[in-house]
């Protein structure tokens, strides 16, 4: 990050910046809720988890074991900082390989109201939502959590784009989420609220699927469909 980067203790990371990336393991999420639930209070922050075994029911959808990489992170005016305890952060950190005047970014509408009854119909409620519960003060949105790092490496900023979903309630989340998702070379798709976020987490339709920004329209009402 040409010496922008900065390594940090999960606390200071949180208060750093006026937008922070959280990507915990999940058996690790309320621990980290609870060291930064004050410094989260007010700023837009991107859930990367994934609810692993023993987290909240999503419904239909199996509780795998596949988990966010162990990283939490801030951007601030200056740069980026963080702290990892492991995991590469791969793409997450990168400047951008193209102008974000430069990238076709899609942007949908919000789910339909039959869309929001088929998710409410089918019970439970995503790991976002449990999230939002946690750390209500915060401006939550769920991205960056269907694709692997190495995947994210090798399709940015190459066409067609890679299509980031994004679920949140939070305008200014959604923005914030919209633009560094633009910035770091890939095509933000707005795919609904806190709940849609059950379709992308362990064991969703969208999870660890590669979809090309033209086919996430499709990619996307196939996901409700399959709650029906």
């Known amino acids: 990050m040409n010496g922008k980067l900065r390594v940090m203790s999960v606390t200071q990371a949180a208060s750093f ?21 004050s410094a989260l209070e007010g700023k837009v922050v991107l859930d990367a988890t994934n609810p692993a075994d023993g987290a909240p029911s999503a419904g239909g959808f199996s509780a795998g074991g ?5 990283f939490t992170g801030a951007f601030g005016g200056g740069g980026f900082s963080g702290t990892s305890t492991g995991a590469s952060t791969g793409a997450f950190t990168g400047a951008s390989v ?6 076709a970014a ?8 039959a869309a929001d009854r088929m998710l409410a119909r089918a019970g439970g409620k995503s790991g976002l939502e449990t999230l939002i519960e946690w750390a209500p003060g915060a401006h939550w949105a769920k991205a960056f959590n269907t694709i692997s790092t190495d995947v994210l490496s090798r ?3 190459h066409d067609p784009l890679l299509a980031e979903f994004v679920c949140t309630d939070e305008r200014d989340a959604r923005d914030a989420a919209c633009q560094i998702i633009r910035d770091l070379g890939f095509a933000p798709f707005y795919a609904g609220g806190a709940k849609a976020a059950r379709l992308t987490e362990t064991g969703g339709p969208l999870q660890s699927r590669e979809v090309d920004v033209q086919d996430a329209t499709d990619a996307l009402a196939d996901a409700l469909a399959g709650l029906r």
Do not use: C, H
């Not at 910046?17 to 639930?37: C, H, Q, Y």
């Not at 193209?98 to 990238?103: G, P, R, V």
């Open 98 to 103: 193209k102008s974000a005047e430069a990238i």
């Open 17 to 37: 910046g006026e937008m922070v990336i959280f990507a915990p393991n999940w058996s690790g999420a309320k621990d980290a809720i609870d060291l930064t639930r």
């Open 66 to 70: 596949f988990s966010a990489g162990a």
């Open 155 to 157: 399709r940015r900023g």
């Open 106 to 113: 899609a942007v949908n509408g919000p789910p339909s109201e």
